[in-house]
């Protein structure tokens, strides 16, 4: 009798039943996107240099990217392996790869060769600062920055995403997760992959996308733009990160310590999820302190509010006060670390590699 997990994965593994990709890509952006479609059901060739992806050396890393995929080695350089990637290609849907501008010219993989081999192939190169060159007329592209070297923090860095991390002190902050890679790389990738096969079952024509994990991470920042402007409002100035509408701001959004030195997530952003974090800190005082009622966060009600609410969590472990809120639907959830995650029944099964990352079948028919 298969397990739930099980369960799922069955409902979801034939979903891209068919589809042929041949990844070029290396480290973390490409083989994450190609890990999601192997999840789904396609046929994956990893095709690596001959001293492979560096990502072997990570150990358990390489294994989390890959499962599911068909690996080999050839020699890049060699005209040989050119030919041995190009016979692969003539049957493919879609190729990946994460190579600078220009590269796939000069190995002799560029779009207009490969889709005299292949017209319906789809070719998605995942680049840091995106391409030198645009096919639409309307696009002006007038940086430099195309050719250039990078890796997720320089990407962050470059898109202002970085700059929104900071610390409540206003401190930069180092981030371990890379959103650059995951966000702007593998998820836009997968993304603009589908849709281009979509439009090539339809056409019979493929065609080359430049994923640029720069120029996505900055169309991501949506809310920081709008929020900004939000608060200079009513304050008359933009807000540095760490003080922006969502970024700790309110009240009712923002992170609290704890008495030993943890923290609680309080994400209490509608009216009536705020009156009910108040009922259950014993504070019904503080109920119509919030900005859906007027009380703005430049207000002394609504910083008394904030004052309030800082004093009673940092009174309590996180211990407590997850206990506290355990049958308070208000969202409030504890800070957990890594380990407390994989150990939280909502994450029990997400490890296994056979586990898809994130979706579920409610309901298929048949």
Not at 194 to 205: S, Y
Request: aromatic content about 6%.
């Amino acid at each position: 009798m298969p397990n739930a997990a099980n369960t799922t994965i069955d409902l979801m593994a034939d979903c891209l039943e068919g589809l042929r990709v041949v990844d070029l890509s290396r480290n973390l952006p490409g083989p994450f996107a190609t890990r999601l479609l192997a999840d789904l059901g396609a046929d994956i060739v990893k095709i690596e240099p001959e001293n492979g992806d560096p990502a072997r050396a990570l150990g358990g890393l390489f294994e989390a990217l890959n499962h599911g995929k068909t690996t080999e080695k050839v020699n890049f350089r060699d005209p040989a392996g050119i030919q041995a990637i190009k016979d692969h290609l003539k049957d493919a849907d879609v190729m990946l790869d994460s190579f600078r501008p220009g590269v796939l010219k000069g190995m002799g993989l560029d779009a207009e060769t490969l889709h005299a081999l292949n017209p319906k192939l789809v070719i998605v190169s995942i680049l840091g600062y995106g391409a030198a060159a645009s096919t639409d007329a309307s696009v002006a592209i007038n940086h430099d920055w195309a050719d250039k070297a990078g890796h997720d923090i320089n990407f962050m860095a470059m898109s202002g995403v970085l700059d929104q991390l900071k610390t409540a002190k206003g401190e930069q902050a180092m981030p371990n997760m890379q959103f650059a890679d995951l966000a702007g790389g593998s998820d836009t990738a997968v993304i603009a992959l589908l849709a281009a096969m979509f439009a090539a079952q339809r056409t019979g024509k493929g065609r080359h996308i430049a994923i640029s994990m720069t120029h996505s991470l900055y169309n991501h920042m949506v809310m920081p733009k709008v929020t900004g402007d939000l608060v200079k409002s009513f304050s008359g100035t933009n807000p540095p990160p760490q003080h922006d509408f969502l970024g700790g701001l309110l009240p009712c959004y923002r992170l609290y310590k704890t008495s030993d030195d943890r923290y609680i997530a309080v994400g209490s952003l509608e009216l009536k999820f705020w009156q009910g974090l108040c009922e259950v800190l014993g504070l019904p005082e503080l109920k119509n302190k919030h900005w859906q009622l007027g009380v703005m966060p430049n207000m002394p009600d609504s910083k008394e509010a904030a004052k309030q609410v800082k004093e009673t969590f940092a009174s309590q472990p996180l211990s407590h006060w997850t206990e506290a809120f355990a049958a308070a639907d208000v969202c409030v959830t504890p800070v957990l670390t890594l380990e407390e995650a994989k150990a939280h029944p909502l994450f029990a099964h997400q490890d296994s590699h056979q586990t898809t990352p994130g979706w579920k079948v409610i309901s298929s028919v048949g």
